[in-house]
């Protein structure tokens, strides 16, 4: 059973271009949730979506969004970006929405901004 | 809202010996407790769980225990090996039905020297 793929796997911006991050969950997970890792600052929560619907979002400023599709499959943007938007962006998928179950990690996409 | 708090922030031990992890949270009603292992290059990955029904629950080399009136929980490595040197994470979640409710610490690097 394949995990959870995400792409790019690393790829470098400048500041003020935007990004498309992608990831496909396990097959059969309909939960997909975001996370940003940075240095120090552990994971933080970006948002979650399921069967296409946001759940929640994090303390994040507006740059930030996503979609689901039919599929499962997750996308989040990053517009205007700026040098401290420069971490890993991980993904995760469940079987179902809630916060007591298990997530299975892809392994990110590392994001830098020059 | 929930805040967990996680110590140390790193921790060198020898291979053979004891790693203990601790975490402080702040919400009395987080009733689910995992850890994840984050390996170098990869994403993290569930390693063991606890809920607060329960006061500890092992698992091989790893044991976690839960402390709900003081509001601390820890994990427990015995007879540590190399290939446990990674980045630990604790969190806790009161339940509910979004990703957005499990809140993680900031991390432990933990090195097992040969």
């Known amino acids: 059973k394949a995990g959870v793929t995400q792409t790019p796997r690393y790829l470098i911006k400048t500041r003020g271009q935007q990004v498309t991050l992608s990831c496909s969950p396990i097959?059969?997970?309909?939960?997909v949730s975001w996370y940003q890792q940075t240095p120090g600052q552990g994971l933080q929560f970006l948002f979650e979506y399921f069967s296409e619907t946001q759940r929640n979002k994090g303390n994040f400023p507006g740059r930030f969004s996503g979609r689901q599709f039919s599929n499962s499959r997750s996308e989040m943007n990053v517009s205007t970006l700026e040098l401290g938007d420069s971490a890993l962006y991980l993904c995760?998928?469940?079987?179902?929405?809630?916060?007591?179950?298990?997530?299975?990690f892809g392994e990110g996409s590392r994001l830098t901004v020059l | 809202g929930e805040n967990v708090e996680q110590h140390p922030s790193t921790l060198s031990v020898q291979e053979g010996d004891s790693a203990v992890i601790k975490c402080t949270y702040s919400?009395?009603?987080?009733?689910?407790f995992p850890w994840y292992k984050q390996e170098l290059g990869k994403g993290p990955q569930l390693i063991i769980d606890i809920r607060s029904n329960v006061g500890e629950k092992k698992d091989q080399r790893i044991a976690v225990t839960l402390n709900k009136t003081a509001k601390h929980f820890s994990l427990h490595i015995t007879e540590t090996q190399p290939e446990d040197s990674a980045v630990y994470f604790c969190a806790a979640s009161r339940g509910g039905g979004s990703q957005g409710n499990l809140i993680f610490g900031k991390g432990t690097k933990l090195s097992v020297k040969p």
């Open positions: 097959s059969g997970h309909r939960s």
């Open positions: 995760a998928s469940s079987l179902a929405s809630g916060s007591t179950g298990e997530l299975f």
């Open positions: 919400d009395s009603a987080s009733n689910y």
